[in-house]
């Protein structure tokens, strides 16, 4: 693997583009998309290949879903995951902890292991299993195991946090003679900026490829984050790609590029499909004439709408008209209302590939923002635009 930075905005902003190079090469910012066992859950192989590419490349893996699955001998024979899914192209990235449902548990997390829940009930995973898993999975890239701890803990249970993890970064190191090329290093600390740089500081000391950010979305002061997510990447060096778990509202995410986020792993499209929700707010404000330094937007700014409210039952219209989606492109809202109030799965199934689609155009036009120069404007313009639709709608 290698990570080539190839813009960063000026002015002292840190936002940056760039490429990873792996297998093929994925611009960044980019998106991790969420998976259950491999794959996202309501799109199947054959539709992958109806999103955009290669921004859709990208899956998060839990090692953890695969404990009760397949025997990892099963697995390895197999060819790994790679062959076992049918995805040779894309590239897996593994890490512990469910992407969708819950982390490990803190208070059965012990000085041996991170604690997860199974359907057989709850499993002590040490350093030693999680490898074994990792190496029979065969992934493209795997962060270590972690101690994640929310936002609420004492300062205490935090460094105890931040020790277990370096501890397990080391152990996961010396048992795969290849972590040097591949693996992410993780880095906690919950809301103590001293916890969080110095596990920052310890981790860039490691051979990794790269930093995995845990943390936060459990409860933080959203207005200590910003310090929290500058405080860790202040400590990173430029040249590794650093990637940062369970941000994924719009304004999270250009919260997390403008700290210096390369990658961003989330289960914001699955909450929003499961929710009966479609995205609709615009994407191609990039491209679009400036008035005065401001974006000129006619066409309103509601960031999604909820397809099981009867106003659409008779909504013939597309989600979004510029949108070249399958579901934009063959279907209606009223169709979409139908199903969700039918509890038909190909509802789900149908906004899954919408939203997914749209937001990995959202992260396009952040990598343009970038690379002309233009992202702080973009950021503050979108926000500005979310606030004000919000506070309409309030009144």
């Given at each position: 693997m290698r990570f080539v930075v190839t813009?960063?905005?000026?002015?002292?902003?840190?936002?940056?583009?760039?490429?990873?190079?792996?297998?093929?090469?994925?611009?960044?910012?980019?998106?991790?998309?969420?998976?259950?066992?491999?794959?996202?859950?309501?799109?199947s192989c054959d539709l992958l290949a109806s999103l955009p590419l290669p921004d859709s490349l990208l899956l998060h893996v839990c090692p953890t879903h695969f404990i009760e699955g397949p025997p990892m001998k099963t697995i390895s024979n197999i060819g790994g995951l790679h062959r076992m899914l049918g995805l040779p192209d894309h590239i897996l990235v593994a890490a512990a902890g469910d992407s969708i449902e819950s982390l490990p548990s803190s208070e059965a997390t012990n000085k041996f292991g991170a604690s997860f829940d199974t359907p057989s009930g709850r499993r002590l995973v040490k350093p030693s299993d999680y490898m074994e898993l990792v190496s029979c999975m065969?992934?493209?890239?795997?962060?270590?195991?972690?101690?994640?701890?929310?936002?609420?803990?004492?300062?205490?249970?935090?460094?105890?946090?931040?020790?277990?993890?370096?501890?397990?970064?080391?152990?996961c190191i010396a048992l795969d003679a290849a972590a040097g090329a591949n693996s992410f290093g993780f880095i906690v600390g919950g809301s103590s900026i001293e916890q969080r740089?110095?596990?920052?500081?310890?981790?860039a000391k490691r051979n990794v490829s790269g930093f995995w950010i845990g943390g936060f979305g459990l409860g933080d002061d959203i207005e200590e984050r910003c310090s929290l997510l500058n405080a860790v990447t202040d400590c990173l060096p430029p040249e590794k790609p650093r990637l940062v778990s369970r941000l994924g509202l719009p304004e999270e995410v250009l919260e997390g590029v403008a700290a210096g986020i390369d990658l961003f792993d989330s289960t914001y499209i699955y909450q929003l499909t499961m929710g009966g929700f479609a995205l609709i707010f615009p994407v191609d404000m990039v491209g679009r004439e400036m008035q005065n330094g401001l974006f000129n937007n006619d066409g309103g700014d509601s960031t999604k709408i909820n397809l099981r409210a009867t106003t659409y039952r008779k909504d013939t219209s597309r989600l979004v008209d510029s949108c070249s989606c399958f579901t934009c492109q063959n279907h209606t809202r009223a169709y979409l209302n139908h199903l969700l109030n039918v509890h038909e799965m190909l509802a789900q199934?149908?906004?899954?590939?919408?939203?997914?689609?749209?937001?990995?155009?959202f992260f396009r036009s952040i990598r343009e923002a970038i690379n002309v120069g233009e992202f702080d404007v973009f950021r503050q313009q979108f926000v500005k635009k979310r606030?004000?639709?919000?506070?309409?709608?309030?009144?």
């Open positions: 813009k960063v905005c000026g002015g002292g902003g840190k936002a940056r583009a760039g490429v990873l190079h792996i297998g093929g090469g994925i611009e960044t910012p980019a998106l991790l998309l969420s998976t259950r066992k491999g794959l996202p859950s309501f799109v065969k992934p493209n890239l795997w962060a270590s195991l972690a101690d994640e701890v929310p936002a609420w803990v004492t300062e205490k249970r935090n460094k105890t946090s931040v020790d277990r993890t370096l501890r397990w970064l080391d152990a740089r110095l596990c920052a500081t310890e981790v199934i149908l906004l899954e590939i919408h939203n997914t689609h749209h937001y990995l155009r606030r004000a639709h919000i506070t309409a709608a309030v009144l």
